[in-house]
């Protein structure tokens, strides 16, 4: 059995030689046939560079070097529809997902017989409150907005066999929520549970605003109860207009000179009305926006380098 591994990289200099090391020892350590797919995502760093040195002295070590940074989950498509195992773990660099783990999952893979098998953390190490908080209702979010059901507190790390990764090369989409696709793919789906180190060196690449991004693309790529949210939110206006309305009768009836004619309804109305609409015109455009990128067409991603494929360039 073959098995690619799938290692998205930018900016990870720092880490990348321990990485490499630690890969090599477990794959080499299992009696699979294997390749390390690394894919450089446009760094502005050392990480090409010591990405083609690996690549050189270890045939195991295949290299995608993009011609700027397309994004991480961009970087990870890139890898599933260049690799050629059996099966595939996509896995991150910096090592907070241990490589430890995966000939364990590989067992996991061939004892349950599962199509894929994805990782469940017990408990990440390293990681602020607020965002463990953060992650924790954003996927139970996810959840309740959208039409199918997602395992929760799990990453892009998992390991998908080869009838997985054919289905996921028929998929057109430029917006890849990765994760949530597997899960929509359906076959069967082992969960593995392990618990998540700290960063082996350097800082983490997803900020805050790259984690919104992210969450917006699973929300809004796999739910349509947004849209809905017009219908309720509007019903809402209407109940809080009646209320108001009832409001302001009882205090020029019973509460003479309290309330300045016309003032509080106008800006009460226009303040709520207009909060509405402006959320909703939001929400349009965020699918609108999605609607746009895929009628251009655009590759998800341009390779600059490939090295130690059939046809490096």
Request: with cysteine; hydrophobic share 40%; proline share 4%.
């Amino acid at each position: 059995m073959n098995v690619s591994v799938v290692i998205p990289c930018y900016n990870e200099e720092d880490v990348l030689p321990e990485s490499y090391r630690r890969f090599t020892q477990v794959m080499s350590s299992t009696s699979y046939e294997y390749e390390l797919l690394f894919v450089n995502d446009g760094s502005k760093d050392r990480t090409e560079s010591l990405l083609l040195s690996f690549a050189e002295q270890d045939k195991h070590v295949k290299v995608l070097s993009f011609s700027r940074n397309f994004g991480h989950q961009n970087a990870v498509t890139a890898g599933l529809q260049h690799c050629s195992g059996d099966i595939t773990v996509i896995i991150d660099a910096d090592l907070q997902d241990p490589p430890e783990v995966i000939p364990q999952m590989i067992e996991t893979y061939l004892r349950e017989k599962s199509n894929v098998v994805y990782a469940v953390r017990n408990k990440r190490e390293g990681e602020s409150f607020g965002k463990l908080l953060t992650a924790k209702v954003y996927y139970r979010m996810l959840n309740y907005l959208s039409d199918y059901t997602f395992p929760v507190d799990t990453g892009d790390f998992r390991l998908i066999d080869r009838k997985v990764l054919d289905t996921f090369k028929r998929f057109p989409e430029k917006h890849k929520y990765l994760r949530g696709l597997f899960s929509w793919m359906g076959f069967k789906q082992t969960p593995f549970y392990y618990d998540r180190h700290e960063r082996a060196a350097g800082k983490t690449k997803y900020s805050i605003r790259k984690m919104f991004a992210l969450a917006s693309i699973g929300i809004f790529g796999f739910s349509k109860k947004p849209l809905k949210l017009a219908i309720s939110l509007g019903t809402l206006s209407i109940f809080i207009a009646i209320i108001i309305a009832l409001w302001i009768f009882y205090n020029i009836f019973f509460c003479a000179g309290s309330v300045v004619p016309g003032w509080a309804s106008t800006i009460i109305t226009i303040l709520f009305l207009g909060g509405i609409q402006l959320f909703t015109i939001g929400i349009l455009g965020e699918y609108i926006g999605n609607i746009f990128d895929e009628t251009k067409n655009r590759p998800e991603y341009i390779i600059d380098k490939m090295i130690n494929f059939d046809t490096d360039k």
